[in-house]
Every structure is written in C-alpha cells, then in structure tokens.
C-alpha cells in the first residue's frame, strides 16, 4: 500500500512540476488542438500556419518559431500562465469545419475568412465571451446563424459576408450592444429585416445579396446608422417618412428591391446624406424639396432603372455637392433643363460641377442645349442616349455614335416632337 501510496504522490509531483513549465494554459492547448483537428489535412499545405503547430512543445512558449510560425497570439492572463488572445489563420485554403466545442475562453479577436471552411457555427461560440472581432467572411459555412452569437455582448465587428447561411437573421443580435459594424452580405438569408434599434453603436450594416423581405422600417435601425446597404433583396413598399430619424446616415444603397411609391424630398436635404442609390426599384414619382437642395450633402444620387416620369428635376442642378447624377431608363421627358448644362460646364462658385451625367434612356425632346454641344472629350461624362432629341449630330462629342427612340414610340409616350 506505501508503495502505490508513494507511485500517486511520486505522479502528482510530475504533473505539477510539468505544468509548472507549461506557459500555455491547458485549456487553450486543447483549444488549438481542437480547432486542427477540425481542418481537413489535406488542405493543410506545407508553408500554412496550421502546418507548422506542433504540439510536443509549448504553444505560446514557441509561437513565432519554426513550430508555431503564425495563426496565433498569446498574452499573460493569469500569472504563470499565458492564454491565447487572438487566431488569425492565414488566407491558405483551409477546408474542413469548426470544433463543436470552442474552449478558448480568453479570445479576443477570431479571423477565419478567405478559405474553404464549411458546416455550421458551433453554439459553443456563446462561451466566447471576450470576443470582439469575428470574421468567418469568404468561407462555404451554411446552415441558420446560432443564436449564441447574440450573447457576445463585448462584439464589436462581425462578418459573416459571402457564405451560405440560410434562416433569418437572430432576434438576439439585438444585444450585441457594441457591435459597430456587421456584415451579412452574399448570403442566403430570408425573412424580415429585424429589430436592431438596440444596437446604439451600430455604424456600418451590409445586408446585400440576400433573400430578406417586406417594408423597410427606419425605427427597426440605430440613429447612429452611418452606412446602409440592403440592395439586392425583395425589400417592397413605400420609402419610410421619418427617414430623418438617421441623421448621421452617409451612405445609402437600397438598389434592386421592389420598393414603389415616391422617393421623399427628405433625402434632398438631409444633413449628413452623401451617397444614395435607389436604382432598379418601381419608384414612380419624385418629390421637390422646399429649400430646393441648396443644403444637400449629396455627392452621388442614381436613380435609374426606375419609372419616375415627368419632367428632369431641374433643382439637382443646385445641390452644390453633387457631381454625379443617374437618372438613366426612366420616364422623364420634356427638354433637358438649360441648369444641368450650366452644372457641367460653368458652374457656380463653392459649387461642384457635373463629372457624370447621365440621361439615358428616358423620353427627352428638343433641342440640345448649346453648352453641351461644346463639351470636348475630357471634360465631362454625358450620356443622352435613347432618347427623343431634336438634333444630335454625329460632329458633336457628346452625340458621336448616340441611337435615339424612334418617332414611333416617342409619338407613343408623349406629345409630337418638336
């Protein structure tokens, strides 16, 4: 009996003077070594990260060597240990999936774009309560997006973009109450944009290229919206009247959905408002505002490939910013307002000149106005193509190799051309 007494006395001695030795705390090894395990050995390939972690040594005690060249990085926690802080796997084509059990309590920082990575997010993830950055960007990850993620309340970037999650986005991600930045673009992701008025940090927000659904809600965003886009979704409606309420909102890209109605004068002197792109919609009429634009922000407006009708918004020729404007593919007609040429050529002072406009593809008539017979090759994009114009001489910059309507249709659409 003293003999085996001493033989687990004698064990336990080893197993603490090993663990004295170890800088890597335990847990993280087997953390590490999870996460390898999950990846496909064969995509693995000489040269990678994941190639060189060798785990006869200490992680944290060797990173940096020829046995642990990168993907990791480790700070001094807990005295005499070091845990692992931060995994950054280089852009190598890793294939295989993430371990069901996350066990890296520390992590910070969790990058895994740019490979081949596929199955689903582990609810584990909920353990990775000081995580402030994720990127699982350009993988094959599928499947509906874990709820756990939602806990992460430290989380201050997320990109998720460019996969093949399915579902809707979590209710929870309402509590990821310092998250500024989310990325959930080229996804497969349905449902109806959801409640994220919470997220009083929320800057950037990309939920492009998806399936999402029904109205638009400003109230369901943060007013510290700063750049928005949700093109390429099937997003109906009318546009929503207290848009105001986004009053540091830069950026705007509601493009390819199926909105309708009219596009609301506030967009036109919005006070933060410098990009917006409302293109392939069926919005049919815009509104004029009463200051007429002259406190626009607004650098880019493109509102083609909608049917807005009547006549060309003469007042975008005031906003003293604007430089590009796209009202191709429409219904506009009646002449092309003699302010637009004056914008392209000889603009105001303090005021910016029209480096981009484009005409195309409406029902314009009449003649051309005379500034922009002069335009010379470098000085200005115009388009008029596809319209009803009086004259357009192929001598002309502006008009060499121009197809206009035929007398035809233009008889169809509007009045005789005169």
């Not at 994941?50 to 700070?75: Q, V």
């Amino acid at each position: 009996m003293k003999v085996q007494f001493f033989l687990h006395l004698f064990s336990f001695f080893i197993f603490f003077v090993l663990l004295a030795q170890c800088k890597t705390h335990p847990i993280d090894i087997q953390g590490l070594q999870n996460l390898k395990n999950g990846i496909n050995p064969k995509s693995i390939s000489p040269g990678s990260c994941l190639n060189s972690w060798n785990f006869s040594i200490d992680p944290c005690d060797h990173i940096f060597t020829d046995r642990f060249t990168c993907g990791f990085r480790c700070d001094l926690i807990i005295s005499g240990f070091y845990r692992v802080t931060e995994i950054s796997l280089d852009q190598a084509g890793y294939s295989g999936s993430l371990p069901n059990s996350f066990t890296l309590p520390h992590l910070e920082i969790l990058d895994m774009s740019y490979n081949s990575l596929s199955g689903s997010i582990p609810n584990s993830f909920s353990n990775l309560t000081r995580l402030r950055r994720l990127s699982l960007s350009k993988n094959s990850f599928t499947g509906p997006i874990t709820s756990s993620i939602g806990s992460l309340f430290r989380l201050q970037e997320l990109f998720l973009d460019n996969n093949k999650f399915t579902g809707s986005i979590p209710k929870g991600f309402n509590g990821l109450i310092n998250l500024n930045r989310f990325e959930l673009q080229q996804n497969n992701i349905s449902g109806e944009l959801p409640n994220l008025n919470q997220l009083r940090n929320l800057i950037f927000l990309d939920l492009s290229n998806n399936r999402l659904a029904g109205n638009f809600f400003t109230a369901n965003l943060s007013d510290s919206m700063i750049e928005l886009s949700v093109r390429n979704n099937y997003l109906h409606g009318e546009f929503p009247l207290n848009f105001e309420e986004l009053k540091f909102l830069q950026v705007l890209d509601l493009s390819h959905n199926l909105f309708s109605g009219r596009i609301p004068a506030v967009l036109f002197h919005h006070s933060s408002l410098q990009q917006l792109t409302l293109s392939y919609n069926n919005f049919t009429f815009l509104q004029v505002p009463e200051d007429l634009g002259l406190r626009s922000k607004l650098i880019a407006i493109d509102l083609s490939y909608n049917n807005l009708h009547g006549l060309l918004p003469a007042f975008m020729a005031s906003m003293p910013e604007l430089s590009v404007l796209n009202l191709e593919h429409n219904k506009f007609n009646g002449v092309i307002p003699i302010q637009y040429a004056v914008k392209v050529l000889v603009p105001r002072n303090h005021t910016a000149s029209f480096e981009r406009l484009l005409l195309g593809g409406n029902y314009l008539f009449g003649p051309i106005p005379g500034l922009l017979l002069g335009l010379k090759p470098g000085s200005g994009n115009v388009s008029l193509v596809d319209n009803c114009l009086y004259k357009c001489p192929d001598s002309v910059y502006i008009c060499h190799g121009v197809h206009q309507k035929s007398l035809l249709d233009c008889k169809k659409f509007g009045p005789m051309i005169p």
